[in-house]
């Protein structure tokens, strides 16, 4: 669960890690899968010029998505590339609120035990880019 009230964002990040215990064991964090339950009153970013535009919104810079919310929306998208390692286009940010707060529930999926890792040649398909 994640909540943020004034002030409160998620700066530039990726989901994925660096090799520890649990990606060993479990895989890296392949996808993200992000609900929406409740929405600020009020959020906000910067564009490229440096003015403030109001939004609710989880960010993409490098693939240019805004993703605007409202209560009930769910996301997912992929964190690593063909293969297994972080995609430099899933860097991500929640915008951070001005008024009301935010609440969403952040479930990781891990690479080990997918299907997609054995029935679908992603390792040789350029397909996978086109989802994140
Ligand atoms: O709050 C958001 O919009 C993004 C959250 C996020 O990136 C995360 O939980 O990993
Ligand atoms: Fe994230």
């Known amino acids: 669960m994640i909540k943020y009230v004034r002030g409160g964002h998620y700066s530039h990040h990726f989901d994925s890690s660096r090799e520890n215990n649990d990606t060993e064991t479990y895989g890296n964090r392949i996808a ?77 999926v891990r690479s080990k035990g997918q299907e997609l890792r054995s029935l679908c040649p992603i390792e040789t398909s350029s397909a996978f880019d086109y989802f994140i």
């Open 32 to 108: 993200t899968f992000m609900g929406i339950f409740t929405t600020a009153e009020e959020g906000g970013g910067k564009s490229v010029f440096g003015t403030r535009y109001h939004i609710l919104a989880t960010i993409f810079p490098n693939i240019g998505v805004t993703v605007v919310h409202s209560p009930g929306d769910a996301m997912l998208w992929f964190n690593l590339n063909p293969k297994y390692q972080t995609h430099q286009l899933s860097i991500h940010a929640g915008c951070p609120i001005y008024k009301g707060t935010k609440i969403g529930l952040t479930l990781w």
